[in-house]
């Protein structure tokens, strides 16, 4: 029915001048890599004395802020009743659970059951390691033994004085990969030409590391003039007629498992540094949440630019919105196609989806995790055996 | 747990002087065959200069009608990203998608990319037949090469200026040849007693041709008076006694896959005619959409009728409402019993059905389609073979 | 990623003195048992010449209250084409489909078919045996045969005059077994901490028969006053420090399937008596209906009781909503691992855990039932054999 075929089929042919995909996993099926830091609240969602429920990849987990106010993570089922323990009430440097009143510290160590005594204590719950910066709370939810060693992410301008930031983000319907492809390609200006008049994206090549790929970028104004929104990011007006000058260079860059977007002027001042992350929220991790920490450099007259941030904020959202609302249509296609039958032309989006098959968690042994879906597949299994004998 | 056999079973005994089901199909397993021309949309929907979708059995179309006026349908996906093609522009005589600009022609094909050379343009999407005709747009989703063979449906009377028109439709929650089935069994009054009063249908016969059926009925009134609407209905006031000579006679049509009631009066003037189709949304077709064409003869002091219209209209709403409501009680029964129950005694709509399973889709082959479903199946197909051995 | 085991793999263990569960079965897929009296409806949903649908386990059931005011249950399905009859119409002592008017007495059979002779009446349905007692339409979905004889439950102090009664219920989205464990499981107080207090359960002993366990408990308030509304309860003010002389006795006791909760003071008077059934209504039996019976023993000043009820109204809402917000989120638990991993320590629950698989229904026979999931359970199932071969 479909005059396209399938990623891979068409890579095979040969027709393109793209790399070579030479996976055969659907990259929409490729887990996130969980032995890495990734956000999974903003600090200020996690207030003193209470507890918080976030999920990573389906797993619930609890972020708990104590009475001397640091934070921990838990995995958020009670031991006894797998109840979530976020509904449970912060008691000291402990959280209880809000059922039985089961208690556990900062290391899931279950420290007190009121009506068992001390010395018959059951086994507690999984901890997990816990890092609070820029704002944002950390969790690793890989391999704990390798959190010491794991790369902290560079929060970018975040912390320097010289940049106000804003943090946003949201929960998007879509696998995490979608959100990547969809920053790194700027030929996608099509679909913001309501908020960016008609603008021409010319990509100036690209580099890739061992995990990370990068590429740069000009734009050209083909018609209409620069919206306010858009200036106030680059902090001065810019010309607006085709190759006028204008010689500012995007550099967007997956550097796994985040992604950074620069804006530099001809005089290398970086004028927009944006850091984000994309976090699955569900098993299946059709869902991610992101967290985006944007900066802009503050201009020579300082209250400008917090004068302009209301229009900022309006100008990005409305950008962002469009972005959430073509990935969810992304996935939604994907969901009904029920496998991958995007036909990718363009070379940088095609290293960088190598780059997320490579780098992804390995595939998932179906005997090994515990949802119903995997004893179904566990009863199939044996099919193949069969068949070959 | 069921007193009643499922359908099969019970034909099999012969215990019921009807046609026997050869067929070991579910009827509400039975495609509806895509060689034929259905409408997908009211012309009105489709404006000029803009895109529509719209579905047929899960498949997604967009209607473009272009700036010179005329209407065309694609595959509702883009060959890049798989994003739906109604969210795109229209220029000119061409779609733009909204997200990287790619360009389609009537044809489906691919004219434009803007950042990539004109000499290395991509394949584009699939075209459908289509056409406009009576104020609805027609798709033939089968086979294209079929499509200037196939018998295009005459549409009654809507073009004849001694009728007034109703266009009407909705949503409905369930298999198409329910539909069917409703329509043509007229002894389903009972249902309708609040809007028609107590009214006896006396069935004087049924035909039956290659791929189609037909009966006839005359009606009783057994108590009550009649309603203004139908009144209206029938142009003029008609005795409200048991056999009091009343020989209107209706008749109820299926011309596969269409559906027409005509009502003449003893004279043999035509003074309602009912064209009806019921085209299936999703691809397991438990929804469809009506599209109706409803012409009531216009009596000789023209403005009365048009008068009387809003009075007609709030009439057939409440009818088909009920209609709605309880085809989509049966679509709920047979989800589920997981089969079909029905214990039908009425050999008309016997005749129907086995119509409805001759004429439909042949039954699809589970492993030539898409959706994660569909792999499941494959997975589990070789068991018979096997077992076999 | 777990620490705690699930509940088979702990008791295999040894390490905690409470009864060894032997079996392997999932307690949250072990199904009620139909051959018991099951409370489907309050007496005043079902009014006289009306029809009143519900459902047992999946099975819809509609109850229908004739014009000389008795009440009969059939399955809800019209024979015909199995749309429900309780949208139909009730006819003196039959109730009537509302599509085709097909007519049926209180013993399911069917006495009409308006467009057939009398000589060729189909099949009927199926009729449930049905009783009324104390404001409730009990009905029995098991086995017809075994009604006659099956004990009818005791309805506690709901026809005492001594007592005034509440009756209470709602819909709760958990497996009935969490209700059992929920009532039973006293030491569950802390989370009913905002309304009654810090209160501590002591358990006397369990004592256990072939269909039933009890366990008694006494209280002790450790912190804060009575609240007001569960004085109510009491009839009286008690003291409100540890060990001040409290010897009321709270027994709760599962005779299966029902349950109650009796509070007795030292003098050995009942002063709360509480009668509970839990209805699974979907197939998957993930959802029940609650209905109580709250009776409170009148004080000596008559009206006193009844001018604070909407008082005790008010706190056992509260208190049943907290109830309800916890068992659900413990089916989520469930549900999203797919297994019991339930670590339970208290020895009267993991008695009452085994008394509630010994009871239930056996393993339902995969290929017994009708739905589309039980047919791929069918097709998946000779795996086992092909793999011994």
Redo the contacts between chains.
Sequence with gaps: ?????PQQAQQEGGS??VPTQRTTRDLRRVDIHPDHWYPLAWSREVKRGKAHGVRFA???IVLVRTESGRVFAL?D?C??????LH?GVVDGESI?C????WTYDCT?RCTD????GRE?L?????SYPCREEAGLIFVFPGDPLLAAEAKFPDLGSASDKAYKTRRFGREVKCHYTFMHENLM?M??Q??HRRQMGSM??R?LGRRRGEDWVEVDYTFAREAGKQPIGEALVFGQKRGTRPDDGNKDVMTIRTAYPYQTLKICTKDETMVMDLWIAYVPLDREQRTNRTFGLLSIRRPKIGPLLDAAWPLLVWFTERIFKEDRW?VE??QE??D????D??????PVINELRALLVERGAPPRDASAH???D???VH??Q??TD??AS
């Design positions: 029915m479909h005059a396209a075929l393109n001048d389906g797993d619930p995995e089922r031991a006894h009743r797998q109840v979530p509904a209880r809000c059922y039985h009143g899931g059951v009121p009506y068992l018959r059951p086994n507690g719950v999984r390609d030929n996608h099509f679909l021409r994206a990509s073509i249509r992304e296609a994907h009904r196609q029920g496998a039958h995007n036909h990718e032309v363009f515990a949802g119903p995997s004893r179904r009863l199939i044996p099919l069969l068949s």
